[in-house]
């Protein structure tokens, strides 16, 4: 399964359809696109922890998700309306403040669905720390 944009091209998109989650105040980057699969990264800094220095629930969820539209948006195309329509995430470990990179790689790419599985991990020892499985529905064309 082939890529159809660049990391670029998708920066420039999720800027301007998605910078809610792509501005600089986050701090999500797209740092690699592959055959069937793509890791964003972000820093985890105090924004994103809960009481007890840890990165929050909500702030992994959030990368887990923004991972699989990336994913599937790098196969199909600048499609800003495909949508999640369930999500599942177990998380194994709490992760302390630093780099996070995600891992979404697209188990099933159809025409109206995508399946997607996320696996984040601390960039500095690469220990699993939450995995998630996405589903999102495709507008037709």
Do not use: W
Request: aromatic share 6%; charged share 15%.
């Amino acid at each position: 399964m082939q890529p159809v944009m660049t990391s670029e091209e998708l920066r420039a998109f999720l800027h301007d359809a998605f910078p809610q989650v792509m501005g600089s105040e986050f701090g999500f980057t797209v740092d690699e696109i592959g055959e069937g699969y793509t890791v964003m990264k972000l820093l985890a800094a105090e924004r994103h922890l809960r009481p007890g220095g840890t990165v929050s629930g909500p702030t992994l969820f959030t990368l887990a998700d923004v991972s699989a539209y990336v994913a599937i948006l790098a196969h199909i195309g600048p499609v800003a309306l495909a949508v999640t329509t369930n999500m599942s995430i177990n998380f194994l470990i709490k992760p302390p403040p630093g780099t996070l990179a995600a891992k979404a790689s697209i188990l099933k790419l159809g025409k109206r669905l995508a399946v997607v599985e996320v696996a984040i991990s601390g960039e500095s020892d690469g220990v699993t720390v939450c995995h998630a499985v996405a589903t999102y529905s495709i507008p037709p064309r």
